[in-house]
């Protein structure tokens, strides 16, 4: 990441640094911020389903400003503290607050609890994220990114947005809060989607199929969104099931034979 660029002023005999910000891409971190702020303000009105698309509307700024920052080469260290702070409002802060005021209330301290441990450890995500970012391969993320997780929670508040609270539907959402935050900062591995490469040429398929999987998810986009969220938050936890049953099934193709060498047998 480049430094902001940097202006030196002369004023007598002292010189003085004027840093300037790049005005694209944080214009979009800030559209993620005011997304965010939105969401809050909206749980707080009892007004779930536009602050469940308030959550959405600051995904697609935070997709873009990173994107947008690569493409046009104006990334820098500002940017990047800012992006994250504003992820931190957004999809840390926002949808457990959303969460929580939807659902949560009747489990009280539990209900508080589980909100909280996803806003924890959405914190502890983003402070990971940030000390492996120069490290890690941009193909992958170490943990469920809290975009996603917060997707999945907003998906799952416009579903259920004329439910009452009860504690029947309290405890599996709580359940579901608290999991996902625990997916955050799991060492499980997840596709970042961020090799895909806007600028090249695709076979025309490419394109129907896009248009094709945008109309049939705004037939009904509270519940398909959710599917497309739980399908992705899950992907990762069934691949390491799996392979576990996989290794577990060669080694108990190898224990007969092991035995047979153990007590000489041909």
Not at 107 to 113: A, D, P
Not at 158 to 167: F, H, R
């Amino acid at each position: 990441m480049s430094d902001e660029p940097v202006e030196e002023i002369s004023s007598g005999h002292l010189n003085t640094t004027r840093r300037g910000v790049y005005l694209l891409p944080n214009l979009l971190t800030t559209g993620t911020l005011f997304g965010g702020f939105t969401s809050l303000l909206m749980a707080l009105e009892g007004r779930f389903v536009e602050g469940a698309i308030a959550i959405f509307a600051a995904m697609a700024f935070d997709g873009l400003d990173g994107r947008v920052a690569r493409m046009t080469g104006t990334q820098s260290q500002f940017g990047t503290q800012y992006d994250s702070l504003s992820d931190m409002v957004a999809f840390g802060v926002a949808p457990a607050v959303l969460v929580y005021t939807w659902m949560l209330g009747p489990l009280e301290k539990f209900g508080w609890s589980a909100a909280f441990i996803y806003t924890s450890c959405a914190a502890l995500r983003l402070a990971r994220f940030n000390i492996n970012a120069s490290s890690s391969a941009n193909r992958y993320f170490q943990g469920l990114a809290s975009p996603p997780s917060a997707g999945l929670l907003a998906s799952l508040v416009w579903s259920g947005a004329s439910l009452e609270p009860s504690i029947a539907y309290a405890i599996p959402v709580g359940i579901v809060t608290a999991c996902l935050g625990l997916l955050m900062v799991s060492n499980f591995i997840y596709p970042s989607f961020k090799d895909i490469n806007f600028d090249k040429r695709v076979p025309f398929v490419f394109v129907l199929s896009a248009i094709l999987v945008a109309g049939i998810i705004m037939s009904d986009p509270p519940r398909l969104l959710l599917l497309c969220a739980v399908s992705y938050a899950l992907w990762s936890p069934f691949r390491w099931t799996m392979k576990g049953l996989r290794h577990q099934a060669w080694l108990q193709r190898l224990l007969p034979e092991k035995l047979r060498e153990d007590r000489n047998i041909p």
